[in-house]
């Protein structure tokens, strides 16, 4: 069935980078856009921005431009999100998203928790 | 980007009818982008409840309803269930050129 599988927790301290994994499986990884989303503790869900993982083109929200980067691995069929010059409010769960078009984000991954704190 | 806003919290007792609203603006709902609703079960992952402002995908009971007027969307749960407790997430568009998404602000759904 078609899955993404995250990476593990990380704890990290202020000023670092992260870089959050997400392994697609059961589906041609090249065929949809993956999406990152973000939730706070106790908050509501944050678009981050997306993937093509065919072209490698991006797309980010204007409070990310600068500070994320996003990647993909075709020969893993992983994609990937780097978040930098991490502060105490980036702590959230980071969640990745196939993108199926008209049909939305049809599949998550479970969650990555990111930790912030010195 | 806006957020689209939904009330913080609805409830009802077993059985009942609730509705979830979700209020966007002439930029993106009203701009004509559909509407998708996701179901958050607590210290799960989202799923997706209604795409194409209207449909269900596969395995959805159709309790689970939504439409779709101007700037607005509802999504409406017939017969609440124990199970139904739960946050709920609108989503739209936020540009036809970047494929930028908006969600909304939340809704805790608690069954009485």
């Known amino acids: 069935q078609v899955q993404l599988v995250q990476s593990g927790a990380e704890v990290k301290k202020p000023g670092a980078s992260v870089k959050v994994s997400c392994k697609s499986s059961?589906?041609?990884?090249?065929?949809?856009?993956i999406h990152w989303v973000r939730q706070a503790p106790g908050q509501g869900l944050e678009w981050m921005g997306w993937i093509n993982p065919k072209s490698g083109g991006t797309n980010y929200a204007q409070k990310f431009q600068g500070r994320v980067n996003m990647t993909g691995d075709t020969s893993i069929s992983t994609a990937y999100m780097e978040l930098s010059s991490l502060k105490s409010d980036d702590t959230a769960v980071y969640y990745c998203?196939?993108?199926?078009?008209?049909?939305?984000?049809?599949?998550w991954g479970q969650g990555t928790t990111v930790t912030v704190s010195s | 980007q806006s957020m689209l806003t939904q009330p913080p919290s609805v409830s009802g007792a077993p059985g009942q009818r609730v509705t979830i609203s979700c209020t966007g603006t002439?930029?993106?709902?009203?701009?004509?982008?559909?509407v998708l609703w996701y179901q958050q079960l607590p210290g799960t992952a989202p799923k997706l409840l209604i795409y194409?402002?209207?449909q269900r995908p596969s395995g959805v009971p159709d309790r689970f309803s939504g439409s779709k007027s101007g700037t607005s969307a509802s999504l409406a749960i017939a017969g609440l269930q124990a199970e139904d407790e739960a946050d709920y997430y609108c989503q739209t568009y936020g540009s036809s050129v970047t494929g930028s998404r908006v969600f909304g602000t939340g809704t805790k759904v608690t069954v009485l």
């Open positions: 059961g589906y041609t990884f090249t065929g949809q856009y």
């Open positions: 002439s930029s993106n709902i009203g701009a004509g982008f559909d």
């Open positions: 194409g402002n209207t």
């Open positions: 998203a196939r993108d199926f078009g008209y049909y939305g984000l049809d599949v």
